[in-house]
């Protein structure tokens, strides 16, 4: 059923298109005569947060999936079909982050720049998603900032490729962002030091947060594997249980995008056995704060979570 959805999503994005390419092509014409601005989408909000960083007035970011959406499972409607079809530039995450979106994703990419900012990380930096139970490549990669820095410069030169009467001002944004993003990744080294070396223990719904560990030298420990598709089971309850309890681990974490209830049954079985665990806080990790709050950024974001994490465990 989900399958014939998404055949269906696939064929009227490929009518539309036919319908709309000339459209298109006159429209940037258009945009280059007038000086209005490049009209980009994007999927998950850190995405859109960098791409108006790069762009700066040169580009209108429209971004598919707002705070709390969960990128996994996120289903495009054909409302985002036509957002998708009527940008210039499309950019996602990749690596299977959008997974009930790649179909549509290779169809767009053969008429218009549709870039994965993963796209030009080596393999061999990337998390085997083997680590966490399944096949695929990690996506979340934007928590090892470095990475982060990587997707920034595909974005800039993605725009520069385009736009190149702009290229100098797209190169300006992105190195004085590179470097928040450069001080940013030496913030969180700090402050993860503030954690006896025995407590750094990161316990989470999902397997979102592989890279963080590695990067910053925190063991990471996920209820559900590196996508929100795959179902827990009561053997993944109990065996994250059996951990907490035998490792004295007094705190895990809850995400915005994912239903506390995951959790709860681990601090239940916790319970039960005796130990007390507490919700640590709450940390985003598949999408931003709502506008106006301490996460609404991608900076803001990445600070929010190691604040919590620390003050959680120091």
């Known amino acids: 059923m989900q399958r014939a959805k998404m055949t269906l999503s696939?064929?009227?994005?490929?009518l539309v298109a036919a319908c709309s390419k000339v459209e298109g092509e006159a429209g940037h014409k258009q945009r280059v005569q007038d000086g209005s601005k490049i009209q980009i989408v994007s999927t998950i909000g850190m995405i859109s947060d960098v791409v108006q960083e790069v762009g700066g007035t040169e580009v209108e970011v429209t971004g598919l999936m707002g705070p709390g959406v969960d990128p996994h499972l996120y289903k495009a409607s054909q409302g985002d079909i036509q957002k998708l079809d009527d940008a210039e530039i499309i950019f996602y995450g990749g690596l299977h982050l959008e997974g009930k979106m790649t179909e549509i994703f290779e169809k767009l990419e053969k008429r218009k720049p549709t870039v994965a900012v993963s796209s030009n990380i080596d393999p061999s930096v990337l998390r085997s998603g083997a680590d966490a139970g399944g096949s695929q490549y990690d996506p979340h990669i934007w928590f090892n900032v470095k990475h982060w820095v990587s997707a920034t410069e595909t974005i800039r030169d993605t725009l520069s490729s385009y736009d190149p009467a702009n290229a100098k001002k797209y190169e300006e944004n992105a190195t004085k962002y590179?470097?928040?993003?450069n001080e940013l990744n030496e913030e969180i080294k700090s402050r993860i030091s503030e954690i006896p070396e025995a407590g750094r223990v990161l316990v989470t719904a999902h397997d979102a947060f592989g890279y963080f560990?590695?990067?910053?030298?925190?063991?990471?420990?996920?209820?559900?594997g590196i996508s929100t598709a795959a179902e827990y089971g009561?053997?993944?309850v109990s065996k994250l249980r059996d951990y907490l309890v035998e490792n004295k681990v007094k705190a895990v974490f809850v995400e915005s995008s994912i239903p506390t209830k995951s959790m709860e049954a681990v601090i239940a079985g916790a319970k039960q056995m005796g130990h007390t665990v507490t919700i640590g806080g709450e940390l985003y990790s598949d999408s931003m704060g709502e506008p106006g709050s301490d996460a609404d950024t991608y900076i803001k974001m990445v600070r929010h979570n190691v604040n919590t994490i620390v003050e959680a465990l120091k």
Request: glycine share 12%; charged share 15%.
């Open 10 to 14: 696939v064929l009227v994005l490929i």
């Open 178 to 181: 590179i470097t928040q993003l």
């Open 213 to 224: 560990g590695d990067a910053y030298g925190v063991k990471v420990m996920g209820l559900q």
């Open 234 to 236: 009561s053997k993944d």
